[in-house]
């Protein structure tokens, strides 16, 4: 007899790093730290080589074309995180049936960190053994295995390390079913996660649905990504492939024997034949692993391979710690590509269903191919109807309403449901939910005034979108408004406007440094370094004067500002004021990889290269150090002519110093 599935409450115990506080500086330019081949690298990775565009089919290059991340604002930077773990628990759900079970973190984006085969005991993931914050999603943190719900733009989500709102819901077979469900603030759509496991099914179903309440149409980006461990064979059922290398070039290619030799980090987006089932397997030696198949909606597939190299190889053992072992990750999406974003009308949603699953084949011959063997076996397994009838029996549940509530999400759906009174059948954002961060919004909303702040301490979030800038235009103009107001200008592309917001407010502004600060940005996209470097200094030095304490906020601010001013000062070769803003860093700042790097930049740029030397040979390690990023390297290149140490060694394409 199956056991009856079930959800329940679980603490998951491992080594663990602080994920620390977000930088409370607006994000006023794109994360841009170095180039990866990776797809999911910072922004600006994603461009498309003009010479591959005229090759691509009519409906890839329109929606590679569509509507690219310009900005990551209303969102904050995540760079608070360090490299120190300890023991530490993380809330966790759990999925459960007879023959599977799941592990969902609500407060980490909903990624599902493990799912176990019962009969075998077998885990069908790559199982992160630690939780170790990296700068790989879109406003930094980030953290590899399992399976995860990537939304928004290309790149890994927003919301990766971020809490989710979950609940219990009746499933569609009677039993329960986990709803995961927030509000995606970069193009601001509101989506939903179902996750059920029919009693007694061998396969976890994942019902996904994003809506668009608004009357624009608005770009889709939705990739689900599984890490699963390194050695598996991927199969998937595609002759040819469009491959994103290292050297950014999109070109058609066969899929290439899986056990092709791949020295740099590879991207292999299938083109799977229309008409054809959409799935995607990984299998061990024995011919046993995970498959992951959906309904047509979900056409695209991938796979992402590190690469053998020594940077692939100290990128996984900086994720997931030395002896884990490495993943891969096998994808899928709504487009061929993650550099493509699809068009959702103006208030409509699109969704699909997903089935993850063990599947084992046996040894074949070169005459009854694995393509062929893995199909079969998934047609045994779940057959493509019975996947199509378990989408159309779930589509009426997705308006449930839901029942307990397990976990909490943010406040910004409730923000923007209070705000245009929107029905939101299944994914409710009540007001409940309202926080700290959006009560100043929220009399805005209802007094037509941005409220100053209550004690003095650095600016909060900004919200940017076109209604809000709107609300801004027309609010008392107090210097705290103004400044907000330039952020939301800024975003809209009006920079001219948006400096001269900023300097208004600096007239009667009690606090000078987020003014200036903003200006400098300012300065350096219109090529005024000399001039951006002076306002750094300036802002740094009236932030350190007024700052109140050593609290989090504080040296989030103070760590935030100084790693800016200090890089501009460098830039116009200004080592003395570097100086200054060097020893009134917090200690505790100075000490972290990121100042440390700069530490040695500092002291090269004072002609001290014997010093700047020894600190590569004390040792540091740069915590929020960007996939693909060049810096260490480079100005390890500038210390001498040695070899790059191993452990500093992060590089992903050929032609590196």
């Known amino acids: 007899m199956a056991i009856v599935t079930r959800i329940r409450r679980e603490v998951l115990n491992l080594p663990a790093a602080e994920l620390g506080p977000d930088n409370p500086l607006p994000p006023l330019r794109p994360l841009d730290d170095g180039g990866t081949a990776h797809a999911f690298g910072a922004v600006g990775d994603h461009r498309v080589d003009e010479r591959d565009r005229e090759d691509l089919p009519a409906d890839m290059a329109r929606q590679i074309g569509y509507e690219p991340l310009r900005s990551l604002l209303p969102v904050r930077i995540r760079d608070g995180y360090g490299r120190t773990r300890a023991p530490r628990a993380l809330d966790a759900l759990v999925i459960e049936n007879d023959r599977l079970r799941a592990?969902?973190?609500?407060?980490?984006?909903?990624?599902?960190?493990?799912?176990?085969?019962?009969?075998?005991?077998?885990?069908?993931?790559?199982?992160?053994?630690?939780?170790?914050?990296?700068?790989?999603?879109?406003?930094?943190?980030?953290?590899?295995?399992?399976?995860?719900?990537?939304?928004?733009?290309?790149?890994h989500t927003t919301l990766s390390c971020a809490p989710l709102h979950a609940a219990r819901v009746p499933a569609p077979d009677g039993g329960e079913m986990l709803r995961l469900w927030e509000w995606e603030r970069l193009r601001d759509l509101p989506f939903q996660v179902d996750l059920w496991l029919p009693d007694g099914s061998d396969f976890l179903y994942v019902g996904v649905r994003v809506r668009n309440p608004h009357e624009r149409p608005a770009p889709l980006y939705w990739w689900s990504n599984t890490a699963v461990p390194e050695d598996r064979r991927v199969v998937v059922p595609a002759a040819e492939a469009w491959e994103f290398g290292p050297d950014r070039r999109l070109r058609r290619v066969p899929v290439p024997p899986y056990d092709t030799p791949h020295p740099y980090a590879t991207d292999y987006f299938y083109d799977l034949p229309d008409g054809r089932r959409r799935w995607i397997a990984a299998l061990d030696a024995a011919g046993h692993g995970l498959v992951q198949t959906s309904t047509d909606g979900l056409r695209g597939r991938k796979l992402f391979v590190w690469g053998s190299g020594p940077g692939g190889r100290r990128w996984q053992e900086w994720l997931g710690g030395p002896g884990t072992g490495g993943y891969r990750e096998i994808q899928a999406g709504p487009a061929r590509t993650q550099l493509e974003h699809v068009r959702l009308e103006a208030e409509s949603?699109?969704?699909?269903?997903?089935?993850?699953?063990?599947?084992?084949?046996?040894?074949?011959?070169?005459?009854?191919?694995?393509?062929?063997?893995?199909?079969?076996?998934?047609?045994?397994?779940?057959?493509?109807?019975?996947?199509?009838?378990?989408?159309?029996?779930?589509?009426?549940?997705?308006?449930?309403?839901?029942?307990?509530?397990?976990?909490?999400g943010s406040g910004w759906g409730a923000l923007e449901v209070l705000r245009t009174d929107w029905k939101l059948p299944g994914t409710p954002f009540p007001e409940s939910t309202l926080g700290e961060e959006q009560r100043p919004w929220r009399e805005l909303l209802h007094t037509g005034t941005l409220p100053e702040p209550r004690r003095v301490r650095p600016p909060g979030p900004t919200l940017v979108a076109p209604h809000w800038r709107d609300m801004l235009e027309t609010a008392p103009a107090t210097p705290h408004t103004e400044y907000h107001l330039g952020v939301a200008q800024w975003h809209a592309g009006d920079?001219?406007?948006?400096?001269?917001?900023?300097?208004?407010?600096?007239?009667?502004?009690?606090?000078?440094?987020?003014?200036?600060r903003c200006l400098a940005v300012a300065d350096q996209e219109y090529g005024h370094h000399e001039r951006a470097a002076e306002r750094y200094a300036d802002a740094f030095d009236d932030l350190s004067r007024e700052r109140r304490d050593d609290g989090e906020a504080w040296t989030a601010a103070a760590a935030a500002l100084g790693?800016?001013?200090?890089?501009?000062?460098?830039?116009?070769?200004?080592?003395?004021?570097?100086?200054?803003?060097?020893?009134?860093?917090?200690?505790?700042?100075?000490?972290?990889?990121?100042?440390?790097l700069l530490q040695a930049e500092l002291l090269l740029a004072e002609g001290r290269r014997a010093a700047a030397r020894a600190v590569f040979e004390d040792g540091f390690e740069v915590a929020d150090l960007r996939e693909g990023a060049e810096t260490v390297d480079r100005l390890w290149a500038r210390l001498g002519d040695g070899p790059l140490p191993g452990r500093y060694d992060f590089r992903m394409r050929p032609g590196n110093p």
Request: hydrophobic share 45%; proline share 8%; net charge positive.
């Open 103 to 155: 592990t969902v973190l609500p407060g980490l984006g909903g990624r599902v960190a493990s799912l176990v085969q019962l009969p075998t005991g077998r885990e069908l993931l790559y199982r992160n053994p630690v939780f170790q914050p990296a700068n790989f999603a879109l406003n930094g943190a980030w953290y590899a295995g399992g399976i995860e719900w990537n939304i928004g733009a290309t790149g």
């Open 563 to 596: 790693r800016e001013a200090l890089e501009a000062l460098l830039r116009v070769r200004r080592a003395a004021d570097a100086r200054t803003v060097w020893e009134a860093l917090p200690p505790a700042v100075r000490e972290r990889g990121r100042f440390r």
């Open 495 to 516: 920079r001219a406007q948006a400096v001269r917001s900023w300097e208004r407010a600096l007239r009667l502004a009690p606090s000078l440094w987020p003014l200036l």
């Open 349 to 408: 949603e699109v969704s699909w269903l997903e089935a993850y699953g063990p599947l084992s084949v046996a040894p074949g011959t070169a005459a009854d191919p694995v393509t062929q063997r893995v199909e079969a076996r998934l047609a045994d397994a779940l057959p493509r109807g019975a996947l199509d009838a378990a989408y159309a029996a779930w589509q009426p549940c997705a308006d449930t309403a839901p029942g307990e509530i397990l976990a909490t």
